[in-house]
């Protein structure tokens, strides 16, 4: 079993920075694939990116590319996501996922193959 715990979202003006990050408890050598995701009111969940770090393998959805990064530490224990640039539309509450599965880049930023989620973390951009 594996338990994730998001932090670090908050309010920030358009055009600033975030950084949110996930932490990881349990068995975390079993899971193989990570990810964050994204729901705004009223909107389906959007995967946002994603990482296999044994193919030191990310994904990103065309909307954040090139603004957003997602790395992890060593220790497999937290997983991060730095947001620069932030948009109004980038406002949504923010989950991180982890999977048991080497997940390909079909499957990284689709939210099926996951099996363990974080509790989200809130993130609001003002124009």
């Known amino acids: 079993q594996v338990q994730l715990v998001d932090s670090g979202g908050g309010s920030v003006q358009a055009g600033g920075s975030l950084s949110i990050s996930c932490s990881a408890y349990?068995?975390?050598?079993?899971?193989?694939?990570w990810g964050w995701f994204r729901q705004a009111p009223g909107k389906e969940r959007e995967g946002v990116a994603g990482?296999?770090?044994?193919?030191?393998?990310?994904i990103y959805a065309d909307s954040v590319n090139g603004r957003f990064t997602i790395s992890q530490d060593n220790a497999k224990s937290t997983l991060y996501l730095q947001m620069n640039l932030l948009k109004p539309e980038d406002t949504a509450m923010y989950y991180c996922?982890?999977?048991?599965?080497?997940?390909?880049?079909?499957?990284?930023?689709?939210?099926?193959?996951?099996?363990?989620w974080g509790q989200g973390t809130q993130v609001n951009v003002s124009s």
């Open positions: 349990g068995y975390t050598d079993g899971v193989h694939s």
């Open positions: 990482i296999v770090p044994y193919y030191t393998r990310t």
């Open positions: 996922a982890a999977s048991n599965q080497y997940l390909s880049n079909t499957w990284l930023l689709t939210g099926v193959r996951y099996g363990y």
